[in-house]
């Protein structure tokens, strides 16, 4: 079947520590996240800023995390202050809890793929199939 796949990356800034850990991630550090975020789907759609079914998702909508804490995003936030309970700050987790966030916003049908760095030699990817 046809279909289309958007892509959209940004960044945010954030603290954490990971919890019990045993090595300098387990104090309170800083990462500049990089987040890339894909959309598919076969069929187009309105979004909350466009009448029109011309789009996978907004790009507007996909970069929610790159807003600031007070604002509803991430950006500048404690990570561990901020997340719900049973989702921890490693990356794998904060790509969890963005898709979860991300895909409560979008049309059932349409398939989510997070990926978040916090340097730029590791990615974490999260998707459910
Ligand atoms: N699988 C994961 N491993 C680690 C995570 C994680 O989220 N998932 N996170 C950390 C720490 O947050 C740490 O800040 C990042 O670790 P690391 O990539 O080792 O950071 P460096 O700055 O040392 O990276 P270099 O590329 O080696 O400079 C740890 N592990
Ligand atoms: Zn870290």
């Known amino acids: 079947m046809p279909k289309w796949t958007v892509t959209t990356e940004f960044t945010f800034n954030a603290a954490h520590w990971i919890r019990d850990y045993d090595g300098p991630c387990?104090?309170?550090?800083?990462?500049?996240?990089?987040?890339?975020?894909?959309a598919i789907t076969s069929q187009l759609h309105a979004s909350e800023f466009c009448p029109h079914p011309v789009m996978v998702a907004d790009f507007r909508t996909l970069k929610w995390a790159k807003k600031d804490v007070l604002k509803g995003g991430l950006d500048h936030c404690v990570l561990n202050e901020v997340l719900p309970?049973?989702?921890?700050?490693?990356?794998?987790?904060?790509?969890k809890y963005i898709y979860?966030?991300?895909?409560?916003?979008?049309?059932?049908?349409?398939?989510?793929?997070?990926?978040?760095?916090?340097?730029?030699?590791s990615w974490a990817e999260y998707e459910d199939d």
């Open 26 to 38: 387990g104090r309170m550090h800083g990462h500049t996240y990089t987040v890339r975020i894909s």
């Open 100 to 121: 979860d966030k991300t895909k409560k916003d979008l049309p059932a049908e349409i398939k989510l793929k997070v990926a978040v760095s916090e340097t730029p030699n």
């Open 85 to 95: 309970e049973g989702y921890e700050t490693t990356a794998e987790m904060i790509a």
